[in-house]
């Protein structure tokens, strides 16, 4: 064979059209360019995603994230002048595999490709919010979203960005921050029995503090039952029940003694449980007492003030003493019997209904001791926020 001949043999091993990633001769380098470069590794999220062509213009992109063993297409779009396109989403997710395909075509309809790959980084800390109340529970009126990081939030206003609280019927919801660990949402006054109330974290990502990422992407509901609102008057020692305005009845009972009294303020209903266990040493009275049945006891604050069924004390006290170390007691009986006081209560009860002392000797609870934050005023709420407190 000829010199002539195996050149026009070799050239004809190649396909028509113009060399995959080029316009025009060879070695003038890709036209079309993708960011982050094809096979890096590591790209930080705040490294923009971008395919651009220096002439010609972006037939077509499309680009894959795999993530979780999950592919996903990233949304974008192509600019008016066809040379730059861009995802919607500017956030680059983490521990993910990017994959870009971009086809471009030039002024003589010669068209051009290119394939291109990257990881991102890898966060050795993440970080979860346990949320409250439950996935498609119904709640009182007075339920406090809140979420509980389990790590310290040090950026505040992206943690705070990517949660988004709704109702139906729209009312206007606020978050306040306690702390660097805990995030709460309320609206302004008791939430309308009926409402329908939609979270959702897109905290996947986030930077919650350096090098520390949030790992959820979630949407939960729960639907406002009726309204239901208990005043315990330590000094009367009675509990008058309302159910959507309405009274119910007054029930006898027995708060803190005079050394250990009970917290003014609204609290919520946080935990409801048929039977637990009641030690002083957890909450700091030394081995003062040990009941391990106590019955129908219901949880009004995390420091430990219960509203609960109360077998051991005499039934005398009960509407005319307070001898109690700073829950509020109900008549009961031992293993708890639905038609006692504490009983029918506690049947009657939600989480997220609303129980208020009054006239008590001491303080008002701490609007984060639990979900204390109706003792708080509107405007003392709002200030709360990282990104729009005022």
């Not at 019955?295 to 604050?301: F, G």
């Amino acid at each position: 064979m000829t010199w002539a001949g195996l050149l026009t043999a070799t050239a004809g091993c190649s396909p028509e059209g113009p060399l995959p990633g080029a316009f025009g001769p060879p070695g003038r380098g890709d036209v079309i360019q993708v960011s982050p470069h094809d096979g890096s590794k590591g790209v930080r999220p705040g490294e923009p995603l971008r395919v651009r062509v220096a002439e010609g213009r972006l037939e077509s992109v499309k680009a894959v994230v795999s993530q979780d063993a999950r592919e996903t297409p990233v949304p974008g779009r192509i600019s008016e002048d066809g040379r730059t396109w861009k995802p919607d989403d500017e956030r680059l997710a983490l521990a993910a595999k990017y994959t870009v395909d971009a086809v471009a075509v030039d002024g003589s309809g010669r068209r051009s490709a290119r394939h291109a790959t990257f990881a991102t980084h890898v966060p050795e800390e993440r970080f979860i919010g346990y949320v409250a109340p439950e996935d498609r529970s119904t709640v009182g009126t007075g339920m406090i979203i809140s979420l509980e990081f389990n790590r310290k939030i040090t950026r505040r206003a992206a943690v705070e960005r990517a949660v988004r609280v709704t109702a139906r019927p729209a009312v206007e919801i606020r978050p306040h921050w306690f702390g660097d660990t805990r995030l709460d949402f309320r609206p302004e006054d008791y939430w309308k029995p009926g409402t329908q109330v939609t979270v959702d974290l897109n905290l996947r990502d986030v930077e919650g503090a350096p090098g520390v990422y949030g790992l959820q992407r979630r949407t939960f509901t729960f639907t406002v039952g009726r309204s239901q609102v208990s005043v315990v008057d330590a000094s009367a020692h009675t509990m008058r029940v309302r159910r959507d305005g309405e009274l119910l009845t007054t029930v006898p009972v027995t708060a803190g003694a005079a050394k250990t009294p009970t917290y003014n303020g609204k609290m919520v209903i946080t935990e409801m449980l048929e039977v637990t266990r009641m030690n002083s040493r957890t909450v700091g009275f030394g081995g003062e007492y040990d009941i391990p049945d106590v019955p129908h006891a219901i949880r009004l604050t995390s420091s430990g003030t219960f509203l609960h069924g109360n077998y051991w004390a005499g039934s005398e006290v009960f509407g005319s003493d307070n001898v109690s170390h700073g829950c509020v007691g109900l008549r009961d009986v031992k293993g708890g019997s639905p038609d006692t006081p504490a009983g029918w209560f506690f049947d009657r009860s939600l989480i997220g209904d609303v129980v208020e002392v009054v006239n008590s000797k001491d303080r008002t609870v701490a609007p984060d001791n639990g979900l204390g934050g109706w003792n708080m005023n509107w405007k003392e709420w709002k200030a709360g926020s990282a990104v729009n407190g005022r």
